[in-house]
């Protein structure tokens, strides 16, 4: 096996982790967002409009954050702040007092779950 197949085959790996890790977190956000350079998901949201002269400016503020990024160690940060020009979707999952139906140490258990699916491969 070339070290390209060995590259495509860590690459696959890490990507499959990423959606298993996705589907079993998503549940416990208010919302997703969806930018051109990446999607988070997050539990406090600010979105502010800067209209500039020749395109529109958005600054998003973002609180209790999710990053879809296999290259990360952690994917979880505590707050991020996007600035971007380009298109901007935001999706509200669940309301405000609706609990997320999966707790920490469900999805904890949940991860480590997918984790040991992935390592059978």
């Known amino acids: 096996m070339s070290h390209l197949d060995d590259l495509d085959e860590f690459e696959a790996e890490a990507?499959?982790?990423l959606k298993k890790?996705?589907?079993a977190v998503f549940s416990l956000f208010r919302y997703c967002v969806l930018t051109q350079d990446a999607?988070?998901?997050c539990n406090k949201l600010?979105?502010?409009y800067v209209p500039q002269q020749n395109?529109?400016?958005f600054h998003l503020k973002?609180?209790?954050?999710?990053?879809w990024d296999k290259n990360r160690p952690t994917r979880m940060i505590p707050r991020a702040e996007v600035y971007t020009s380009s298109d901007?979707?935001?999706?509200?999952?669940?309301g405000d007092g609706d609990e997320p139906?999966?707790?920490?140490?469900?999805?904890?258990?949940?991860?480590?779950?997918?984790r040991s699916e992935i390592e059978d491969l």
């Open 88 to 94: 901007v979707t935001i999706e509200e999952l669940r």
């Open 21 to 23: 890790e996705y589907a």
């Open 101 to 114: 139906v999966l707790t920490a140490e469900a999805l904890a258990k949940r991860i480590g779950e997918g």
């Open 46 to 48: 600010d979105m502010q």
């Open 55 to 57: 395109y529109p400016f």
């Open 62 to 67: 973002m609180e209790d954050v999710w990053v």
């Open 39 to 41: 999607t988070y998901l």
């Open 15 to 17: 990507e499959l982790r």
